[in-house]
């Protein structure tokens, strides 16, 4: 095997080949970086309720083939069917929040709200799971992410409708974590694509019977930004992003997969700078810098805290501290 492929794909002790993790972190960054600005492109002349279901239509059929193509099962059993209800939840009700919300706020905001993820997921996981403890570094990062929080919130008064697109945001990342919670917390041990699929299928009916409620009419034209926008949603977004994410979030601890996110803001504001002209008030990118030191405070703060320690006791040492 070549050094390229190996990257690519590792080994588990029983010798079956499995995605390499370091790999899907970055697939699901790159991803969830272009993700917001698709949203925004997605919901131009067609509506967005008409977006979000023809994306996550598109979705399904694309996994339903995999699954058939691959020969693989879809279990039914009950606690996969608890992991898909937990699943579909969070991509039901937060994508069209995030669709929602889109209308009115910066596609790159989106991101930045939603970098406040990890600091979310370590409170609710800290009750609902017991992962981890939240100690003087972690709640630290969190006063600094609800100070970034409420810099944004400040430039939004000044802009019309942008109070409300960050409220649906907010309220998303809120659902978004408590659906990752659920799927770990139900811990099925299902292959990404089954759990995705199965997800995909249980929020589809919700999608269709929404755009019937709110809409029921199909659009006489779709512009061709829009369609591409959605097309790659429907691949990219809702079946390649969907089982890297749910990949991760079966190997490693809910507060290390919502890290994801210390990276995203930072690009999908570039993108939306780059190709959606929008503009970064200083504002947004003193909020946007605040969230971020927040967020690695709340990481590596205690690793500073313990390098402190060790050079008291022995003045020169040098390299990461011992782990105990």
Not at 104 to 122: E, H
Request: proline share 5%; charged share 10%; with cysteine.
């Amino acid at each position: 095997m070549t050094t390229s492929v190996a990257f690519f794909i590792a080994y588990d002790k029983q010798g079956i080949r499995t995605m390499s993790v370091p790999v899907a972190f970055l697939g699901v960054i790159l991803i969830w970086s272009t993700t917001p600005l698709a949203i925004k492109w997605s919901g131009e002349g067609a509506g967005f309720i008409f977006g979000v279901s023809l994306r996550m239509a598109i979705g399904t059929f694309l996994c339903l083939m995999l699954l058939l193509i691959l020969r693989k099962p879809l279990p039914w059993h009950r606690a996969a069917r608890h992991s898909y209800l937990a699943a579909a939840f969070g991509i039901y009700v937060s994508m069209t929040l995030v669709y929602w919300g889109a209308l009115y706020i910066p596609s790159g905001l989106i991101s930045v709200l939603f970098g406040l993820t990890p600091l979310l997921t370590a409170v609710l996981a800290f009750f609902i799971l017991g992962e981890r403890h939240l100690n003087f570094s972690k709640i630290g990062g969190i006063v600094l992410g609800i100070g970034g929080l409420g810099i944004i919130f400040h430039d939004s008064l000044t802009q019309t409708g942008q109070l409300q697109g960050i409220l649906l945001v907010l309220a998303a990342v809120l659902v978004h974590v408590m659906s990752a919670i659920g799927v770990k917390r139900v811990n099925a041990g299902l292959p990404s694509l089954s759990l995705t699929t199965g997800a995909l299928l249980h929020a589809m009916p919700a999608y269709a019977l929404t755009w019937w409620l709110v809409d029921g009419q199909l659009p006489t034209g779709i512009p061709t930004r829009s369609l591409y926008a959605i097309i790659y949603l429907g691949v990219m977004g809702s079946v390649v992003g969907f089982i890297l994410y749910f990949y991760i979030l079966k190997h490693v601890q809910a507060t290390h997969v919502a890290l994801l996110t210390l990276v995203t803001p930072v690009l999908a504001l570039f993108f939306g700078y780059r190709f959606n002209h929008e503009q970064i008030t200083p504002w947004i990118g003193g909020g946007t810098l605040l969230i971020l030191l927040g967020m690695t405070f709340f990481q590596w703060g205690h690793r500073l805290r313990v390098r402190r320690r060790l050079n008291k006791v022995s003045p020169g040492l040098e390299g990461p501290p011992q782990k105990f």
